[in-house]
């Protein structure tokens, strides 16, 4: 099925893009290549875009290697409220000819941007190397990812263009057109810096909206290489500033602003949070609510019935509680398993777990790389002193080797549903395993928490499976799978509760949220 517009313009039926192998000595070659050519790019500093003027600042930060934190990966400006403000100032005066911008060529320029990321897929894969502390697997996941963000919101642009289908009653012409908002702020995480930041950037562009975008400063450099990608894909400099520094310097200048007119963010719960409530509450001279588009993590579960293939189910656990270092809002944070095959699943789980090979992420051996900073290193081992007080450590615990910030994979088990290790978000390699009586107790400590954004469920009991496709109230459900991965186009990704707004980035009702309808009657004769 291909996708068209009423102009003409027709796009193939999207498919999600296609990982590279690695196992393949050509592509390991190029990939090499491309981390000895980003290598040589590191340090470089950059500079804030403001509708196409570049600015640089007196103060200045540095993005580091996490596997090598003396290494600098980028240096950037730090941008001031004021230069927050006249960001958004500028992108509301550049809103009206932007908007205007047939979608056709927004779609068209989109399209381009895919396949320029498409064309430098490596060298996007060697700065989350670098920057993020990836693994080659997980960096070319998240490339592939952020270009089926391109392809697929640019087919679902072209089927919002135009009137949509209305009843149309006797004498009238009746139609319904969806407009874009104004000027949207755009907040991405470090743990998806590209993928996220992509899909959020371009959902707002495509649909006719300019951006400021204000990447994490973990990670601005990933962020830099992609608004350059922007102007030369064709985006027009005026559709978008770019803006690094704190978010505790311009983000709450960003979000209040009066011009502002929605923010679209991916973060913790508490700053989300703290943006909703900055957000609803009005400034002088502003016209509309404002609206937030808000992703904030998850304490996500897998369930470990009585009836399911054990070996699946512990590879499913292992690798959603353990692939970038635990670092996704999906990672399975819990595991909770049958009375019946606990110690059997704690003995098989343990070995999985003391396989998982630890190291700088450029080299290809390795399964883990580092977590993303020193304060993340030290949050995370607070957090493992806690459990042991909590439950049983059955492996890692302790510091990894080399100089960047490693931690080991570690397994809590014998943990309590209600221990702090068991509830809060910690955000790294660390997983905490219960024991259930039956399936119904394993349901209900799985819906204990505030979070509702990712589970599983390993099991062969048609009855249990029917049951949890019911109440199990996670916003993305996996059943005899991992509980990470989500596909574009496949898996609509978003939860509930403390997870977020309810919004699915990935699926056919994503790009309304930067849209407004409006329905037009016209009476005839």
């Not at 960001?87 to 009206?96: G, I, L, P």
């Not at 830099?224 to 709450?252: M, N, R, Y």
């Not at 439950?391 to 615990?397: E, L, Q, Y």
């Amino acid at each position: 099925m291909a996708h068209a517009s009423q102009s003409g313009l027709k796009l193939q039926e999207f498919r999600n893009e296609p990982y590279t192998d690695f196992s393949r000595l050509e592509n390991r070659k190029r990939m090499e290549e491309a981390l000895a050519k980003v290598r040589g790019q590191l340090g470089r500093e950059y500079e804030i875009l403001v509708a196409g003027e570049r600015v640089r600042t007196t103060e200045t930060m540095r993005s580091v290697n996490p596997a090598r934190p003396d290494e600098v990966v980028g240096i950037h400006q730090k941008a001031t409220a004021d230069l927050a403000n006249r960001a958004v100032e500028t992108a509301f005066r550049n809103f009206s000819a932007w908007s205007a911008t047939p979608a056709e060529e927004r779609v068209r320029t989109l399209v381009k941007t895919a396949a320029l990321m498409r064309e430098r897929k490596y060298e996007f894969d060697a700065w989350l190397v670098f920057e993020a502390g990836k693994t080659w697997p997980e960096a070319e996941a998240e490339v592939s990812e952020a270009i089926d963000f391109c392809e697929y919101y640019a087919r679902e642009m072209l089927r919002l263009a135009g009137p949509q289908p209305v009843v149309q009653l006797a004498g009238e012409r009746d139609e319904m057109r969806y407009l874009p908002l104004g000027v949207g702020i755009v907040i991405p995480p470090w743990n998806f810096a590209l993928a996220i930041l992509c899909g959020m950037t371009v959902a707002a562009l495509v649909t006719g909206n300019t951006v400021v975008i204000k990447p994490s400063s973990e990670t601005p450099t990933i962020a830099a290489v992609f608004a350059e990608t922007l102007l030369e894909a064709g985006f027009p400099a005026h559709s978008f500033c770019f803006l690094t520094g704190s978010g505790g310097a311009i983000g709450d200048a960003l979000v209040a602003h009066p011009k502002t007119r929605f923010v679209s963010f991916t973060g913790s719960r508490d700053v989300g949070l703290h943006i909703n409530e900055l957000a609803a509450k009005p400034q002088k001279g502003q016209l509309w609510i404002k609206r937030v588009v808000a992703e904030m993590g998850g304490k996500d579960a897998i369930i470990v019935d009585a009836d399911c293939d054990l070996d699946s189910a512990v590879e499913g656990v292992a690798v959603s509680a353990f692939g970038y270092q635990g670092q996704k809002c999906s990672a399975c944070s819990r595991a909770i398993v049958h009375e019946g095959v606990y110690e059997r699943f704690l003995e098989k789980l343990r070995a999985r777990t003391e396989k998982i090979s630890l190291g700088e992420p450029d080299d290809p051996a390795n399964y883990m790389g580092p977590v993303i900073s020193a304060g993340a290193k030290k949050t995370i081992q607070q957090y493992i002193e806690v459990g042991k007080s909590e439950g049983r450590v059955i492996a890692g615990g302790r510091d990894g080797s080399g100089r960047g910030y490693f931690l080991e994979p570690t397994v809590i088990a014998d943990v309590d549903p209600q221990a702090r290790i068991f509830q809060e978000e910690i955000f790294g390699p660390v997983l905490a395993v219960t024991k259930a009586r039956d399936f119904d107790h394993a349901l209900a400590i799985a819906n204990d928490s505030q979070y509702g954004l990712t589970g599983a469920i390993y099991s062969n009991n048609s009855a249990h499976i029917a049951k949890a496709r019911e109440e199990f109230f996670v916003g993305n459900m996996y059943i005899n799978r991992k509980c990470t991965g989500a596909m574009v186009g496949a898996h609509p990704f978003g939860g509930f509760n403390m997870s977020g707004t309810d919004s699915k980035a990935g699926g056919p009702d994503y790009l309304l949220l930067f849209l407004q309808a409006k329905s037009i009657a016209e009476k005839m004769g």
